[in-house]
């Protein structure tokens, strides 16, 4: 099932960046069936807002590394060493490195045994006043636990909660928790805490 919030249809084009919002489909590769999320952001947003943004809305808990890629730019915790240079993603915006024109980039989470995540432009609207920024507005389907093991160890899980009787289902059921849905995308818990997240982002800027 996906899930879509209401009245977010028949969004005018911006007229600038410092007065757009970008629509992004937010997609986890390799999972099947799909894992995604239309998110909703000011083009002005920190790239490190987006990080916390992806995190809530996927619902992982920030405990690895992660870095966005745009074309050879890497952007996240920064670090040089060699050829390799990720440049600080709390100082480069949507806007700085031009998103809306390239129209896609790649985040990348818990390096190891981790989570790719595909961000497309869909589209560019003018701000809406009075609409919540950054909001998730569609998703399909929970997302991946962020500690399971990566994508074959996330595919394997999901095929052993499927015998729920079996013993390594147990297990699995055990680690996961009693309300773990691998079918519910919690759109009103998402933005809740999104919500939460700017209210409390306001608060330190006063």
Known sequence: MIYVLEGQQGAQAGKGPAKRALVLLARVLGCEPVIWRRLVVRESMWLHQLHDTIQIAFDWFDYQTHEF??????????????????????????????????????????????????????????????????????????????????????????????????????????WLGPEYDAERCDLDAINKTLKERSRLAEEKRE
């Open 69 to 174: 890629a745009i074309g050879a730019a890497r952007y996240g915790n920064p670090f040089k060493r060699d050829e390799i240079v990720v440049e600080d993603d709390r100082d480069v915006t949507l806007a700085d490195i031009e998103l809306a024109a390239t129209g896609q980039m790649f985040y990348r989470y818990h390096f190891d045994e981790g989570w790719t995540v595909e961000l497309r432009v869909e589209k560019t609207e003018a701000l809406k006043r009075g609409f919540s920024y950054p909001s998730c507005v569609a998703g399909e389907r929970a997302g991946p636990p962020e500690d399971c093991g990566g994508i074959e160890a996330y595919n394997d899980m999901l095929a052993c909660i499927k015998e729920p009787h079996t013993e390594i289902a147990q297990e699995w059921r055990e």
